[in-house]
């Protein structure tokens, strides 16, 4: 299970952490991701690490103003968002896809390839 949170609202150029916290399996085994979704629009890949090799994904979108990090202590991920734009605005969900799957895709992938999905969490940056 993944729980997600620390979504909320912003002005444009703020800043939010999301927490996704892991139970209930081996948080070693599985790369995490996090996905958006906006109204009207398809669920996008923002960003994945691997905690294992260190590897990490940001979309083009958030380069620069998103990092990804993980806390295998506390078996949470956590992803910091700063300069927030108002097309930043969705749902915020998290995921945990195998990581020998990640390993050879290195990009979001399919969300059908996801085992696991937090509950989502909603960012609303305002201009």
């Known amino acids: 299970q993944l729980q997600a949170c620390g979504g909320g609202l912003v002005q444009a150029g703020g800043s939010l952490r999301l927490s996704c916290a892991a139970s209930g399996f081996t948080f070693d085994d599985y790369a995490i991701g996090w996905f958006r979704q906006a109204p009207g629009k398809e669920r996008e890949g923002v960003s994945c690490?691997?905690?294992?090799?260190?590897?990490?994904y940001y979309a083009d979108s958030v380069k620069g103003r998103f990092t990804i990090s993980s806390d295998n202590a506390k078996n949470t991920v956590y992803l910091q968002m700063n300069s927030l734009k108002p097309e930043d605005t969705a749902v915020y969900y998290c995921a945990a896809v195998p990581r020998w799957l990640w390993a050879t895709m290195r990009v979001p992938g399919p969300i059908s390839e996801y085992d696991y999905w937090g509950q989502g969490t909603q960012v609303t940056v305002s201009s």
């Open positions: 690490i691997s905690e294992i090799d260190g590897s990490t």
